[in-house]
């Protein structure tokens, strides 16, 4: 069982930055594939980036690539989201996730924070 809380959102003007970090409970998070996910109002939630195990491996959805940055700590059990260039799009309740496999490609995470709200202003 993995525990995964997340933090860092909060407003900001489009153009600035925030960093979101998810803190992940547990011996075994070096092992697990990690994944952010942002959920819009009245919108479905949608793939932002993922990590693999060593954080080797990354990707993103084409509507980040080049202003975020996943990466991973894994002496301290957190991912980070790095989010530059934010635009009004961006605003979303964002999520981390967890896949017991060390790369993965897929949708179907095994375990989900509670969410961080990030709003951007115009």
């Known amino acids: 069982q993995v525990q995964l809380v997340e933090s860092g959102g909060g407003l900001v003007q489009a153009g600035g930055s925030l960093r979101l970090s998810c803190a992940a409970s547990?011996?075994?998070?070096?092992?697990?594939?990690m994944g952010w996910f942002r959920q819009a109002p009245g919108k479905e939630r949608e793939f932002v980036a993922r990590i693999s195990w060593s954080g080797g491996s990354t990707y993103y959805a084409d509507s980040v690539k080049g202003r975020f940055t996943i990466s991973r700590d894994n002496a301290k059990n957190t991912v980070y989201l790095q989010m530059n260039s934010l635009k009004p799009e961006d605003t979303a309740v964002y999520y981390c996730?967890?896949?017991?496999?060390?790369?993965?490609?897929?949708?179907?995470?095994?375990?989900w924070g509670q969410g961080t709200q990030v709003t951007v202003s115009s």
């Open positions: 547990g011996r075994t998070f070096s092992s697990y594939a």
């Open positions: 996730a967890a896949k017991e496999k060390r790369y993965y490609q897929g949708l179907d995470y095994d375990y």
